[in-house]
C-alpha cells in the first residue's frame, strides 16, 4: 500500500470522520424512510378516498333500494286494486247477464198472458200471434237458463228464488196452444211471483257490487 493510500485510511479513522459518514449514512437512511413515509401517505391518502367514494356510492345504492322498495310496494298496491276492481266487474257482468234474462222472460210472460185476455172472437191471425209469442217466451229462456247455470256470483236466496220461477215459467208456458186454458196457470206464476218480490229480487242481481 502507498503511503499516500495509508495516510489517508488514518485520516479516515479519526473518530470524527467516522461519526461524520455514520451520520451521513443515518441522514441518508431517514431521507429514504421520509420518502416511504410520503409515499404511504399518498397510498393511504388514495385509498381513504376510494373508501369514501365506495362509501357514498353504498349511500346512493341504499336509497336507490329504498325507492324501488317504495315503487314495488305502491306497484303491487295498484294491481292489487285493480285486480279487486276487474273480480268486482266480472262478478257485476254475470249477475247483470242474469238480471237482462230475467226480465226478458218477465217481459215476455206479461206479453202474453194480455194478448191472451184481450176481448173479441180468437181467430186465426191472432192464435198464431200467441204461439209466436209463446215461442218467444220460450227462446227467452234458453239465454237465462244459460247464464242461471254457469253464474257462481248469485246467493243462495237469488239462486233458489230464480232458479224456481224458470221451473215454474217453462210449466205455465209449454204445451199446446190451448191458451184459454192454460191462461189459470200463467197467472198463478204472475201471482207468486208479485211485483214487489220479483223486482226486490231483480234489483239486487242488477245492482253494482262493491269492488
Avoid: C
Amino acid at each position: 500500500m502507498s503511503a499516500a493510500m495509508r495516510s489517508f485510511v488514518e485520516f479516515l479513522r479519526k473518530p470524527e470522520w467516522v461519526a461524520a459518514i455514520a451520520l451521513l449514512i443515518q441522514a441518508a437512511i431517514l431521507l429514504l424512510q421520509a420518502v416511504i413515509l410520503r409515499r404511504h401517505g399518498a397510498t393511504m391518502e388514495e385509498h381513504a378516498g376510494i373508501a369514501k367514494a365506495q362509501a357514498e356510492t353504498a349511500a346512493l345504492i341504499g336509497k336507490a333500494l329504498d325507492r324501488q322498495e317504495r315503487i314495488l310496494a305502491e306497484q303491487t298496491k295498484i294491481m292489487s286494486e285493480q285486480l279487486k276492481f276487474q273480480r268486482a266487474a266480472m262478478a257485476q257482468a254475470d249477475r247483470q247477464e242474469v238480471f237482462s234474462a230475467l226480465l226478458s222472460l218477465r217481459t215476455s210472460l206479461h206479453m202474453l198472458i194480455a194478448k191472451i185476455q184481450e176481448p173479441g172472437e180468437r181467430y186465426e191471425p191472432r192464435v198464431a200471434e200467441e204461439q209466436r209469442m209463446q215461442a218467444a217466451l220460450l227462446a227467452a229462456i234458453v239465454p237465462l237458463q244459460n247464464s242461471y247455470i254457469s253464474s257462481v256470483h248469485l246467493t243462495r236466496e237469488e239462486k233458489d228464488f230464480f232458479g224456481q220461477y224458470i221451473v215454474d215459467a217453462v210449466d205455465a208456458v209449454s204445451g199446446d196452444s190451448n191458451f184459454p186454458r192454460r191462461l189459470p196457470k200463467m197467472k198463478a206464476v204472475q201471482e207468486k211471483y208479485s211485483d214487489s218480490d220479483f223486482v226486490k229480487m231483480v234489483a239486487k242481481i242488477g245492482k253494482p257490487q262493491e269492488p
